[in-house]
């Protein structure tokens, strides 16, 4: 055995033992062989999946928006002067809201409409 061999031994087993990990957790003889820290349940709860289902499950218990748009548009033109340049639906706190743009005498302004009546 030269003294390279143990090296590329030990290279091969933490590449396994990394693989392993990514695909789904240790094998019993690996979990065996490093004590209890492979078993963690990182693994098993982590994942985009459940992330996704728990942030779509919160946006469908938000409050919906009852204001379109373009009648958001219409109050904060009315309201505060200039020209529309933009509309976004944010959710906030207090529930939704429009970002509304705003151009008025060359500078941009932000204004906030309330998305619900």
């Known amino acids: 055995m030269t003294s ?5 031994h030990w290279r ?3 590449i396994a033992v990394c693989v392993t ?8 003889a690996l979990a065996q ?22 942030k779509t499950a919160e946006r469908d218990s ?14 904060a033109s009315r309201e505060y002067g ?5 509309v976004v639906l944010e959710d906030g706190p207090g529930g939704p809201y429009y970002r509304v743009k705003l151009l008025d005498g060359g500078r941009v302004r932000v204004v906030h409409v309330e998305a619900r009546h």
């Open 33 to 54: 062989m490093s004590g209890n820290a492979l078993r963690a349940p990182l693994a098993e709860s982590a994942g985009p999946g459940k992330e996704r289902a728990r």
């Open 4 to 8: 390279s061999q143990p090296r590329r």
């Open 12 to 14: 091969t087993l933490q």
């Open 82 to 86: 200039g020209r529309v340049l933009n």
């Open 21 to 28: 990990a990514l695909l789904g957790g240790p094998t019993p």
């Open 62 to 75: 938000r409050p919906k928006p009852n204001v379109a748009p373009g009648e958001a548009a219409r109050r």
